[in-house]
């Protein structure tokens, strides 16, 4: 029987972990310290399990929430665990006195992976005891749909931690990433970063609309980069490969680096006209269809790599 695992914060991020461990067959406890969260988490995850099974990515829906408790109580969710995982808010302050917490109530071999998606766990770690077992376990959303997750030690962080907290990710079907050391928005926020900056300064600059630079990545690089990255990419696209290409379009990158050197923040009128123009695209009311339209897509890709790598091996 695989063993306990805590969920600390069930938000949108929590909530998809918790599918994560309890597919694997891991007893879940959940903990919020909101009571409406606590209240709605339950029936948000069993929406999402449904859809599992119906895209035939589980077998037993009623097996995977059976895995699933909430509780009002941290020193609960946590008693007897082999890992946490926290999601609360992306705050230093939300964040600290959580880890205060669990640095007395976790048990004490228990690795606690943080979800922050930029803050690194040296800013909310330092006056924990245990400090040595905390880390970054950075997800992408929704967990349960897309593997990837980042490791990112504090300069105290045990490497023990992060091989334990790397084994269970394996095991529960993620992909993890070690990252060396820490930096602001760890690799995948920074890769992201890059082109969001660039695509709201081609916004900015009225290069394109946004329905059009959305379009630029949904039909064109987003399809390599479901299964390559970007080294892989680059060294296919050029006959003799990576160095080749690095050749031949090395400068042209390095003059788009040049011209961007001064980036500017994202300014309220431009906001205001992405907004716009997303809004006409589709309407506020329709955000959450939308949310469940992305994830039935996510749900199919996956059963679609499943039966590419069944094909592979
Ligand atoms: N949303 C994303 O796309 C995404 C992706 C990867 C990582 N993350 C990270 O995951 C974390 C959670 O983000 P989210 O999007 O789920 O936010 P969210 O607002 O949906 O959920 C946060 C939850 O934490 C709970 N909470 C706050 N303080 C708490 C406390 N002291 N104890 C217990 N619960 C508490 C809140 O009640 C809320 O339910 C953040 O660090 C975020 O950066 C978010």
Not at 58 to 81: E, H, K, P, Q, R
Not at 136 to 165: F, G, Q, R
Not at 249 to 254: A, E, F
Request: aromatic letters at 6%; proline letters at 6%; a neutral charge.
């Amino acid at each position: 029987m695989p063993a306990p695992v805590a969920v600390v914060g069930a938000g949108l991020v929590g909530a998809g972990w918790a599918i994560v461990f309890a597919r694997a067959g891991h007893p879940v406890r959940i903990y919020d310290a909101a009571a409406d969260v606590r209240a709605k988490v339950l029936g948000g995850i069993a929406g999402n399990v449904a859809d599992l099974k119906h895209f035939d990515l589980i077998d037993d829906a009623d097996a995977v929430m059976s895995c699933i408790t909430v509780t009002d109580d941290l020193g609960a969710a946590v008693d007897g665990v082999a890992y946490v995982q926290e999601s609360v808010f992306e705050t230093v302050a939300a964040k600290t006195p959580v880890y205060a917490a669990l640095d007395t109530l976790a048990p004490a071999h228990a690795p606690i992976g943080s979800s922050s998606s930029g803050i690194p766990a040296s800013a909310f770690t330092e006056a924990c005891k245990t400090r040595g077992r905390m880390l970054i376990a950075h997800p992408v959303n929704p967990p349960y749909l897309v593997p990837l997750v980042e490791l990112v030690p504090a300069p105290w962080t045990d490497k023990s931690a992060i091989d334990v907290t790397h084994d269970l990710m394996v095991a529960v079907g993620q992909e993890p990433i070690r990252v060396n050391k820490e930096i602001e928005g760890f690799v995948l926020n920074r890769l992201q970063g890059a082109l969001l900056n660039e695509a709201w300064a081609l916004a900015r600059d009225g290069v394109a609309s946004t329905a059009d630079i959305d379009k630029t990545v949904s039909a064109g690089l987003g399809l390599r980069w479901s299964f390559m990255g970007p080294f892989e990419t680059i060294d296919l696209n050029a006959p003799k490969g990576v160095a080749d290409y690095a050749a031949r379009l090395g400068p042209l990158y390095h003059s788009v680096a040049v011209s961007r050197a001064n980036p500017k923040a994202w300014d309220e009128k431009l906001i205001a006209d992405v907004e716009n123009q997303r809004r006409e695209a589709l309407g506020a009311d329709k955000l959450d269809a939308r949310r469940s339209w992305r994830d039935r897509r996510l749900m199919a890709l996956a059963v679609h790599k499943a039966k590419a790598a069944q094909k592979i091996r």
